[in-house]
């Protein structure tokens, strides 16, 4: 049975074959550490843990992009290089032109795919991204964790949820393809407050949803308040109810583009340490979906 709609399956039934999404540190700093927003982070933020590449700034992008597709496996997909770590669009136009154009003259690229934060657009930005996506295939993947300012500013995220729809709004009249990246088990959010960025973001012209658990990573002002008991992580089990109700609470046209992630120790994982293994939390977690009937969408057809 298909719980939920795989960003996978879009992608490959757009390109008529499997793609390959290769992560890659376009060398983009963050508004919420350079001091613009804040220079402490969001608190749960190590891009260590959380991006294979967060450590390749001094590798040229589309050199890093050539040393991947060069390793047997890639020939004949295919391929999304995926500007991952830290905030993507926040640069000059210019900037963003020197790290994004080269990528699409690979040979195989079919588009691009960007991350980065609701607050590091202008209307230049705008206009060029407009201008690209009329090019070439383009996700713009906005960074949000939960609709709720309450929480935005608990974790110094250093936007709101306004600035999300400002944004999202100018994306959507300009025809480029969304992104929201949220995350599941912030503290203070109630089961109800986490449905409720599900049913918001099922209202919005949002195509994609990427969905994580809270992890706590060693060095950020997470891994204190959880050593202090200020904060706590999710069980397998309670992630999977929750991740589930989540789902069902979305359209069932929109993209799923993650469903877990994961950390390892040597990276600073702290809690929860299912985070580790992935294959089996996913295992587990479509056990559990099998067990619920779950559906993508199913509460919002009922
Ligand atoms: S916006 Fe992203 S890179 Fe910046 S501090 Fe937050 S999690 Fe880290």
């Given at each position: 049975m298909i719980h939920y709609h795989t960003y996978r399956s879009y992608l490959k039934k757009r390109f008529g074959k499997p793609v390959l999404k290769i992560p890659l540190n376009g060398g983009f700093s963050c508004p919420n550490r350079d001091g613009t927003a804040s220079t402490n982070g969001c608190l749960f933020c190590d891009n260590r843990s959380f991006s294979p590449?967060?450590?390749?700034?001094?590798?040229?992008t589309l050199r890093q992009l050539q040393s991947i597709i060069s390793r047997p496996g890639a020939a004949g997909k295919p391929l999304l290089p995926y500007l991952q770590p830290f905030s993507n669009t926040y640069g000059t136009v210019d900037r963003l032109k020197a790290v994004y154009e080269p990528l699409l003259e690979v040979p195989g690229v079919t588009g691009l795919a960007v991350g980065t934060r609701p607050d590091c657009f202008t209307e230049e930005v705008f206009r060029y991204l407009a201008d690209l996506s009329r090019r070439t295939y383009l996700s713009i993947e906005l960074g949000l964790q939960s609709s709720h300012d309450s929480t935005l500013a608990l974790c110094n995220r250093g936007h709101t949820w306004n600035d999300f729809l400002n944004t999202l709004d100018q994306l959507a009249t300009d025809g480029i393809e969304t992104v929201a990246h949220v995350m599941i088990g912030l503290p203070g959010e109630t089961s109800d407050m986490i449905y409720e960025t599900a049913l918001r973001l099922g209202n919005l012209p949002v195509r994609g949803v990427k969905i994580h658990q809270l992890m706590i990573i060693a060095e950020t002002e997470f891994a204190e308040w959880y050593r202090t008991g200020r904060c706590e992580v999710l069980e397998l089990e309670r992630y999977s109810e929750l991740l589930c109700g989540f789902l069902e609470r979305l359209r069932p046209d929109q993209h799923i583009h993650r469903i877990v992630a994961d950390a390892t120790r040597e990276n600073g994982l702290i809690a929860p340490l299912w985070s580790a293994d992935k294959t089996t939390a996913l295992r587990y977690i479509h056990r559990y979906m099998d067990e619920h009937d779950v559906r993508q969408g199913k509460l919002l057809t009922v």
């Open positions: 590449v967060a450590d390749r700034t001094a590798e040229p």
